[in-house]
């Protein structure tokens, strides 16, 4: 597997010359197979993508959503690739009780937000919504999805192809206390126990990214930074969980956007000297490919 990164920055996109070294586009992740192509999310770092593909004359892809706030779709309707007939799309995410993968990408392209639809994109785009622990697979790699702790619905993923493996596991809280993730089965019943979904949702982190060779984290905060109720977490949390299960290479991913370049090589300098001996970390920047 052929990893690239396209958008790298949580929340919006930022620009500046403190940020320019490691980019300013909101997340958008490439893993081209022998196969094919899947993309995870499509954050503004998807237009990099689009522009990529079309030089090399791709004309399919899988979209894999990891959930809905903005900074994973906003990316979507800039994409020129599907404003061209000869290309197909499969949009992959987890399944809504109340809305439909289709409903949510339509409504952020509907007057006046944008002013073409979605149902008027050239290219041709099919939509497959995935319970919690569903595999399937794409592009010949084994794809499992998972809910993780943040709010809404929301999932990370884990790609296998031939004996490597590959994780995305963000946006998450992986220790918090507050279950912010809504919509489970039972837990707003009399008598549920959030704290028994807050640990299962732990473990889909856990087997999301179980001996994987690359995992993307969500490190957005610093300790200091740690705010509860957002759904994210602390670089410690996933040193932690580095050491826990196993990880090849922790990947710093989902940057704060006030996080300044010299800032993150200081923060991946510090994680360098915790993490185990047999554990790589890198933080994720935009253009930067790791070959798997
Ligand atoms: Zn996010
Ligand atoms: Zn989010």
């Known amino acids: 597997m052929k990893i ?6 949580g929340s919006f996109p930022v620009s500046s010359p403190n940020v ?6 909101t997340p958008c992740v490439e893993v081209e197979t022998g196969q094919g192509v899947i993309v995870i999310d499509a954050g503004t770092g998807i237009r990099g ?3 990529s593909l079309l030089e090399r004359s791709g004309k399919h892809f899988d979209l894999l959503l990891s959930h809905a706030h903005w900074d994973h779709i906003q990316g979507f309707p800039h994409c020129e690739l599907l ?23 339509e409504g952020q392209q509907q007057e006046p937000f944008h002013p073409v639809p979605l149902h ?12 919690d622990g569903d ?12 809910r993780l702790n943040h709010p809404g619905v929301a999932g990370g993923f884990r790609i296998e192809y031939g004996d490597r493996a590959f994780a995305y596991i963000c946006d998450t809280d992986l220790n918090g206390e507050h279950l912010l993730a809504t919509d489970l089965p039972g837990v707003d019943e009399p008598g549920a126990d959030p704290a028994a979904w807050l640990r299962r949702l732990r473990q889909s982190a856990c ?3 179980h001996s994987a060779d690359l995992a993307v984290c969500d490190t957005f905060f610093l300790p200091e930074e740690y705010d509860p109720d957002w759904g994210h977490s602390r670089v410690d949390d996933f040193l932690g969980l580095a050491a826990e299960v196993g990880f090849g290479t922790m990947c710093l991913f989902h940057h704060r956007p006030s ?6 090589e200081d923060i991946v300098a510090d994680c360098r000297r915790r993490a185990g001996r047999d554990i790589q970390v890198l933080a994720a920047q935009e253009g930067l490919q790791v070959d798997l």
């Open 135 to 146: 595999t399937f697979e794409i592009a010949g790699a084994r794809v499992t999805c998972r």
């Open 120 to 131: 008027e994109l050239g290219a041709s785009i099919d939509f497959v919504e995935h319970e």
């Open 83 to 105: 404003y061209r007939d000869d290309v197909t799309v499969t949009v992959h995410g987890l399944h809504h009780p109340r809305r439909t993968l289709a409903s949510i990408l």
């Open 207 to 209: 087997d999301l990214g």
């Open 4 to 9: 690239r990164f396209w958008g790298v920055r």
């Open 49 to 51: 993508f689009g522009k």
């Open 20 to 25: 320019s070294r490691y980019g300013g586009n």
């Open 259 to 264: 996080r300044s370049d010299d800032e993150l």
